[in-house]
C-alpha cells in the first residue's frame, strides 16, 4: 500500500524569487509591495502547471517587479509566510515559500506599477520586511536575506578561487 509522502494537511506551496543585484562588495535586494500595499515582500505566487517551479518564481518576478534575470534552478530555502488578518474572512493563512536566487539582469517599469519595486541593502531589506508583520513571520523573513547573503558570498569565494 502506498502512502503519500505530504503529510495530510500540508501548508499550500508558493514561489518567490529573491532578486538581488550586486554593488561591489555589497548585494543590494529588491522587493516589492504587498497588494495591500503596507508591507513589503519579494516578487511571488503560486506555481503554475506545466512549468517548473523556478520558471513561476522568474515569471512572478517579471509580472510583479518588471525584471529579468538569471534564475537558479533549484531554491536556496524555504520559509513559512502568511497573509490575510484574522478578523477579515478568510482569515489568516499559511503558505510554505520555495525560494529561489535571481540575479537581476534588467528592469523594464510598468509592470504592476503600484508594487513599487525598490532596491534594498541586506540590512535595509531585513528591517523592512519584518516591519508590521509578527515576530515569527518577520524572522522567517530575515532569515531569507540571511541566508542569500551566506550563499551569494560563499559563491563569490568560491569563483575567486577557481
Not at 502547471?49 to 531554491?75: D, N
Not at 536566487?101 to 534588467?106: F, H, Q, T
Amino acid at each position: 500500500m502506498a502512502t503519500s509522502r505530504l503529510p495530510r494537511f500540508a501548508l499550500p506551496l508558493q514561489v518567490a524569487a529573491v532578486c538581488y543585484r550586486r554593488r561591489g562588495p555589497d548585494i543590494e535586494f529588491l522587493l516589492v509591495n504587498t497588494n495591500g500595499g503596507g508591507k513589503w515582500t519579494f516578487p511571488k505566487g503560486a506555481p503554475e502547471h506545466g512549468i517548473s517551479h523556478s520558471q513561476a518564481a522568474e515569471q512572478e518576478a517579471w509580472e510583479e517587479a518588471g525584471v529579468r534575470g538569471h534564475i537558479e534552478t533549484r531554491h536556496f530555502h524555504l520559509y513559512l509566510h502568511s497573509k490575510g488578518v484574522f478578523w477579515k474572512p478568510p482569515g489568516v493563512r499559511e503558505f510554505v515559500i520555495k525560494a529561489f536566487l535571481m540575479e537581476v539582469d534588467a528592469i523594464e517599469p510598468g509592470h504592476e506599477p503600484e508594487r513599487n519595486p525598490t532596491w534594498f541593502s541586506s540590512d535595509d531589506a531585513k528591517k523592512i520586511l519584518a516591519k508590521g508583520r509578527e515576530v515569527k513571520y518577520a524572522h522567517e523573513m530575515q532569515a531569507v536575506i540571511d541566508r542569500a547573503v551566506q550563499r551569494l558570498n560563499g559563491a563569490a569565494k568560491l569563483n575567486v578561487t577557481e
